[in-house]
């Protein structure tokens, strides 16, 4: 057998990923760190680190679905415009430029994105709102990468309260302070 032969090392004694995944880790980095690549689990390894491309690529999207449902409830429904939709849609687009800093390969890849989104982010704007036209419309993304990332949403200044911990919020002193 293979695992018998005394020129191979002995896997027996090694961390398995499917038993202890951080251990596996751990061991995998220090063969890697000690150029001992024939104890590296290949197949495993090469696994977890195609994941973590799918995984930061999820998480692009994650953070462009907040920002499609939230700018569909403000378009779709004036009337309750809320300083919440505006800072998640503040705070998600922050996240979306992280990941696109830290993996910029991905900014060719934003209008696949956009579109495997787009219907899950209008379905839960009208699971939130309950307009029926949301159900059904739009069909694609009426929103440009610009508009996504740039479009302002304000409220009427009566209807702004004072956050000064808010930094999206913009200069609110006026003449009465």
Known sequence: M????????????????????????THQVEALKARRFDELDIEDLSEEVEGLAKRDF??????LRVILTH?????????????????????????????????P?????????????????????WEETGVFKLEHEPKICPYSW??????PHELEPDRVPRDKNDPFQGDLSSDDD
């Open 105 to 125: 390969s991905f900014r060719p890849r934003i209008p696949e994105a956009i579109e495997q989104i787009f219907e899950a982010a209008r379905s839960d704007a």
């Open 146 to 151: 610009d508009e996504i990332m740039f479009r």
């Open 2 to 25: 293979a695992e018998d032969d005394p020129n191979l090392p002995d896997r027996r004694n090694r961390p398995h990923p499917d038993v202890d995944f951080a251990a596996w880790i």
């Open 58 to 63: 999820k998480k692009l999207r994650s953070y």
């Open 71 to 103: 700018m569909l409830k403000w378009d779709w429904q004036p009337e309750r415009r809320d300083v919440s939709w505006r800072k998640s849609i503040n705070a998600s687009r922050n996240r979306v430029w992280g990941e696109l800093a830290s993996s």
